[in-house]
């Protein structure tokens, strides 16, 4: 399987952040997998923000739950992410990824094994 994520680079405060992760050799609504957004700030440990899951259920990490939104586009093979109301600390190397999927809706960076390169969103005026 291959990720692939795009959106802006910058993004300006109280904004919304749109990031797209384009997948292929796999199908986003087969086989009990979670497709799932993550970052990690400048100098800072990986950040798992939620999931979209085979069967389109959706889980947020609490601390994000309020201002994510996670969607998928099954004719394209695409999900996405959403992150309103942005400030400077949302700045960070968004990846997108697979993993199995866990009942618990509860999931680590670590509970994911295959990886898009990643991209630098900065949040600036």
């Known amino acids: 399987v291959q990720l692939q994520e795009s959106g802006p680079g910058l993004v300006k405060p109280s904004q919304t952040l749109s990031l797209t992760c384009s997948v292929s050799?796999?199908?986003?609504?087969?086989?009990?997998?979670?497709w799932s957004w993550i970052r990690q700030p400048p100098g800072k440990e990986q950040e798992w923000i939620g999931v979209?899951?085979?069967?389109?259920?959706?889980y947020y990490s609490p601390s994000l739950k309020s201002r994510t939104s996670i969607s998928r586009d099954m004719s394209k093979n695409q999900f996405s992410l959403q992150l309103s109301s942005v400030t400077p600390e949302d700045t960070a190397v968004y990846y997108c990824?697979?993993?199995?999927?866990?009942?618990?809706?509860?999931?680590?960076?670590?509970?994911?094994?295959?990886w898009g390169q990643g991209t630098q969103v900065t949040v600036s005026s």
């Open positions: 990824a697979r993993g199995g999927y866990l009942s618990s809706g509860y999931y680590r960076p670590a509970d994911f094994g295959s």
């Open positions: 050799g796999d199908s986003i609504t087969t086989g009990y997998y979670a």
């Open positions: 979209i899951a085979f069967d389109g259920s959706t």
